[in-house]
T-cell receptor
Framework: DAGVIQSPRHEVTEMGQEVTLRCKPI?????LFWYRQTMMRGLELLIY????????DSGMPEDRFSAKMPNASFSTLKIQPSEPRDSAVYFC???????????FGQGTRLTVV | QKEVEQNSGPLSVPEGAIASLNCTYS??????FFWYRQYSGKSPELIMF????GDKEDGRFTAQLNKASQYVSLLIRDSQPSDSATYLC???????????????FGKGTKLSVKP
């Protein structure tokens, strides 16, 4: 398996623009996680899905952030409108089932100017 | 607020020495514990997981868990310069007697192994 695949790897956008990050989990994994990593706050869980259903979105910063998982092989994280404080590395991860080890994608480095 | 605490370091050890990395967690009901390694600019990669009290060994790595003290550690024997990275402790928090599906991460300890 190719592992968790994220796109794009890098994104530079202007404040106010919409940003969409994409993730393809490992085939057969039923849990998917979106994390954000910054120097100040470390790795923060934004939202996680189990069997395509959002289970916990308490980490989503505000209404500007939304995530979807329309099927078992694809998820998106959208920021609209983007702000400079959203600049971070966004990781998608998947796991075989709840509570087991998570495998990370390569991340998307987002810069909002 | 369920938390995972790690000393940010940097922890500097000479090549060939034992590196000891520590982690404490606040959720007494946590069941699963993980150590990830993250090289600069890369994504976290799993090194080990441990579920039961005691030690678990895998090559040069040993994970130690003490649930009574809410403490988990990672020992790296015969440290190599290639071990220089940030090590992240992660905990699967509990939820009303069961486990939640997510992992909560500490901020990581930066390890530097000097040749």
């Amino acid at each position: 398996d190719a592992g968790v695949i994220q796109s794009p790897r890098h994104e530079v956008t202007e404040m106010g623009q919409e940003v969409t990050l994409r993730c393809k989990p490992i085939s057969g994994h039923n849990s998917l996680f979106w994390y954000r990593q910054t120097m100040m706050r470390g790795l923060e869980l934004l939202i996680y899905f189990n069997n395509n259903v959002p289970i916990d979105d308490s980490g989503m910063p505000e209404d500007r952030f939304s995530a979807k998982m329309p099927n078992a092989s694809f998820s998106t994280l959208k920021i609209q409108p983007s702000e400079p404080r959203d600049s971070a590395v966004y990781f998608c991860a998947s796991s075989y089932r709840d509570g087991t080890e998570a495998f990370f994608g390569q991340g998307t480095r987002l810069t909002v100017v | 607020q369920k938390e995972v605490e790690q000393n940010s370091g940097p922890l500097s050890v000479p090549e060939g020495a034992i590196a000891s990395l520590n982690c404490t967690y606040s959720d007494r009901g946590s069941q699963s514990f993980f150590w990830y390694r993250q090289y600069s600019g890369k994504s976290p990669e799993l090194i080990m997981f441990i579920y039961s009290n005691g030690d678990k060994e895998d090559g040069r790595f040993t994970a130690q868990l003490n649930k009574a003290s809410q403490y988990v550690s990672l020992l790296i024997r015969d440290s190599q310069p290639s071990d220089s990275a940030t090590y992240l402790c992660a905990v699967n928090p509990s939820n009303y007697g069961g486990s939640q599906g997510n992992l909560i991460f500490g901020k990581g300890t930066k390890l530097s192994v000097k040749p």
